[in-house]
């Protein structure tokens, strides 16, 4: 088979390009999905605690929270933020748990945090 091919150099030629224009042919009508639009379900927690810096609201806020919400199953990754005055946490879960049943968990999670808190916290 191969002889064919180095006997006959132009048909070689005609097939390579004949398969390039295919494949560019291909890649503009067959439908290329590399990245997904994938929205994995995601919590969010916004808390307050007026007349608090960064660290104070970091120590007896956030911690509190993130320790209670570490124990629902299901959690991909926990992102916090710690500011004067506000926390922010950001909890994703992964793509087999159902969003309602994880909000309904996180609200749990953080009304058993909330006897831990400070007075004035939101």
Known sequence: MYRFFIHRPVTSWMFMIAFIIL????LR????DRLPDVDFPTVSIVTTYPG???YVVDVNVTREIEDQI???SGIETISSASFAGTSRITITFSLEKDIDVAAQEVRDAVQRALR?????VD
């Open 52 to 54: 608090a810096n960064a």
């Open 23 to 26: 494949g560019l042919y291909s």
């Open 116 to 120: 831990r808190l400070p007075e004035g």
């Open 70 to 72: 570490a124990t629902i």
């Open 29 to 32: 009508i067959i439908p290329l």
